[in-house]
C-alpha cells in the first residue's frame, strides 16, 4: 500500500509554499497529526536563518526582555520597544508566519487597548497574528471579530511573574481551570494556544480536547506543537550536542541541527 503523502498535501515543517503560512494551514496539520516547531526571533539574522530552515512560525516574544534586551523578565517590555523586532523579523522572512507578542499593560484594561495595540503591529510592523496571555476572552473577541488572529497563551504566563510567585509549576491541583480557560479561547476564536510548564499529562489531555493547535514549552511532547526562545534552546555562536537535549521533541531537534 502506497504510504506515502498526497501530492497536493503540503508538509506545513520544512515545506515548499511560495507564500506565508496561515492559520488555515496549522489547523490543517493538527488534522493530519503533523507536529512542527515554532521559534522566537527578534531581528534579521535569526529570522533568515529560521525562515530559510522551513520553521513555518516565528514568534517575536516578550521573552526578548530577558533574552534579548538585557532585562530581569518580560514585563518592562514596551510596545515602542517591540515593534523594530517585529519589523525586522517579518522583513526578514518569506514562508514562516509571524506572530508578535502584546507586552504587559498593552491590553489587559479593555479590548479596546486590546485592539489599539494590535493594530500597531499589524500596521506599523507587519505582523500576521499577536498572541497574549491569560484568558482575556473579550479582547479575543475584540480581535478576531476585527480580523486579527489570536494566539492564547495559560498556564505558566510570565507577565504575572509576581502573581504567581515566580515561574513555578501551574495546573498539578486546578487542572480543570486551565482546561476550561483553554476551552474558552478556544470558543472566544483564538486560533491556536501556548501551554507552557503544565504537567505532560494535563497538557496532553487539553491538546486532545481542542480542535486547535497546541504549542507546548515544558508541557511534555503530548502538544501539538512546540516552542523555544532560540537563545534558551542553544548558544547561537556555538552549538553543540548537548544544547540539543535541551530540547523535547525530534523535530525542533533538526529545526537546530542546521547551525552545528
Avoid at 6 to 30: C, F, M, N, V, W
Amino acid at each position: 500500500m502506497d504510504t506515502q503523502r498526497p501530492a497536493h498535501s503540503e508538509t506545513l515543517y520544512g515545506g515548499s509554499q511560495h507564500r506565508r503560512i496561515t492559520i488555515r494551514d496549522l489547523a490543517q496539520a493538527k488534522v493530519r497529526g503533523e507536529k512542527w516547531p515554532m521559534l522566537t526571533s527578534y531581528e534579521q539574522v535569526s529570522a533568515e536563518i529560521f525562515d530559510e530552515a522551513g520553521i513555518p512560525v516565528l514568534l517575536v516574544g516578550d521573552s526578548a526582555g530577558n533574552n534579548f534586551l538585557g532585562m530581569e523578565n518580560t514585563i518592562p517590555v514596551t510596545v515602542d520597544e517591540m515593534l523594530p523586532l517585529v519589523r525586522s523579523v517579518v522583513r526578514s522572512s518569506k514562508r514562516a508566519m509571524v506572530i508578535a507578542d502584546l507586552p504587559f499593560g498593552s491590553y489587559e484594561e479593555s479590548p479596546e487597548l486590546a485592539l489599539a495595540t494590535s493594530l500597531r503591529f499589524f500596521k506599523e510592523a507587519g505582523a500576521q497574528a499577536v498572541k497574549l496571555e491569560g484568558a482575556q476572552l473579550e479582547q479575543v473577541r475584540k480581535l478576531v471579530s476585527s480580523g486579527i488572529p489570536v494566539m492564547g497563551h495559560l498556564g505558566l504566563t510570565p507577565q504575572s511573574l509576581h502573581q504567581l510567585s515566580g515561574y513555578r509549576v501551574q495546573g498539578r491541583e486546578d487542572g480543570d481551570v486551565i482546561l476550561n480557560a483553554a476551552l474558552a479561547l478556544q470558543e472566544a476564536g483564538a486560533f491556536a494556544i501556548v501551554l507552557e510548564l503544565v504537567p505532560a499529562e494535563l497538557a496532553t489531555r487539553i491538546t486532545k480536547a481542542l480542535s486547535i493547535p497546541t504549542i507546548g514549552i515544558g508541557a511534555g511532547n503530548g502538544c501539538d506543537a512546540q516552542v523555544r526562545p532560540y537563545m534558551k534552546s542553544a548558544n547561537p555562536f556555538c552549538f553543540s550536542g548537548s544544547s540539543v537535549k535541551m530540547l523535547d521533541m525530534s523535530f525542533l531537534k533538526s529545526s537546530i541541527l542546521c547551525f552545528m
